[in-house]
């Protein structure tokens, strides 16, 4: 079986010591993921990542991609840029969005194939 945490984290934390600098960093990690994984627990952003993980998208692109209203495509790109899931770029008065991260693009594409991927 693969492990997850690395030996030294395994051995640290099984030690009778206070609290580590490992478990502290993984702490702080867990802390982390939790916030990314909030950032993506609602269907409207993980399907605006999902477009976006294809490729840069204008807002009105990706509200007619969506059928939504301006309003709320607009809402969950803001939660993305707040948590720098997402990068903007103006071109004129049209913004496009992209992608923040290729960590973020492989992530999506695990999701992707666990739950949307036609077997």
Known sequence: MTRILDNDVIEALESD???SPELTRMMQRA???SDF???LAHENRLLL???LAERER???ELEELLSLRQ???SQQLARLRLDDLVTTRRDGRTVYYSLADERLKQFIRVIYDMFCKVP
């Open 49 to 51: 990542l999902c477009l």
């Open 37 to 39: 994984l909030k950032a």
């Open 17 to 19: 010591r206070d609290i």
């Open 71 to 73: 309003t709320t495509v």
């Open 58 to 60: 204008s807002v009105t």
């Open 31 to 33: 802390r982390d993921a």
